[in-house]
């Protein structure tokens, strides 16, 4: 069964400090995709990343950056110099072969000013 | 811009009422979803749909049913709303089942208050 665990249910940080979210995963599938997801309080869920099974490298998209381990089963997210606009639930999700869509439960970043 | 957009925001209905959650998108997707999300449980897949007037049961399908008449819009239906379905409710969308795991697409949520 495919299992997504985000352990960390709330964080909160100084602006501009660095900090990373973590995703574990769990799934017997050889192909399957890891998305995150961020919630901000409009309540509408925006795509972050997407990532296949198969492309283990890392990505940097401006202060956003994602590191993939198959090894640990691990996807995590970090946000360097982090703003209070980050401040936000974030959702890790994976997607098996049959299209369905498994969440964690979210990670609650609060950024104070 | 691309866009799923759920009738209301916020819902307050009384216990036992029938309770209509509309949901409608202008991208051409051929699969819809409707989740619930509740506080420490994420986002739970109540019912999904792959064509017009094609339903299948996710993991809380109870006390729900869905409709599916056009392609572009997914109605969730409670039939006798309870207090233990007050949530937020998301819809979302995807591309047709050709291109496999695409991004979903999500609206912006509706808060029921069933009292």
């Known amino acids: 069964a495919q299992k997504v665990t985000q352990a960390q249910t709330e964080i909160s940080v100084v602006e501009k400090e660095d900090v990373t979210l973590d995703c574990v995963y769990e799934t017997r599938d050889t192909t399957y995709y890891l998305f995150w997801y961020k919630q901000p309080p409009s309540g509408e869920l925006v795509f972050l990343i997407r990532r296949n099974s198969f492309d283990e490298q890392n990505e940097i998209s401006g202060r956003y950056s994602w590191n993939f381990q198959k090894s640990t089963s691990s996807f995590n997210f970090t946000i360097t110099a982090s703003q209070v606009v980050d401040s936000a639930v974030y959702f890790c999700a994976l997607s098996d072969p049959g299209n369905q869509f498994y969440f964690g439960t979210g990670t609650s970043l609060t950024v104070i000013p | 811009d691309v866009k799923v957009t759920q009738s209301s925001r916020y819902l307050v209905k009384r216990t036992g009422e029938k309770v209509f959650l509309e949901c409608v998108q202008d991208?051409?997707?051929?699969?819809m979803f409707w989740y619930r999300q509740d506080p420490g449980l994420g986002l739970r897949l109540i019912y999904f749909?792959?064509?017009?007037?094609?339903?299948e049961k996710g993991d809380i399908p109870e006390g729900y049913s869905v409709s599916r008449e056009k392609k572009e819009r997914f109605s969730l239906i409670l039939e006798s709303a309870s207090t233990n379905q007050t949530s937020m409710y998301l819809c979302a969308s995807s591309p047709g089942t050709e291109t496999t795991n695409e991004k979903l697409f999500f609206g912006s949520g509706t808060q029921l208050s069933v009292l």
């Open positions: 749909s792959y064509d017009v007037k094609m339903k």
């Open positions: 991208m051409d997707h051929e699969n």
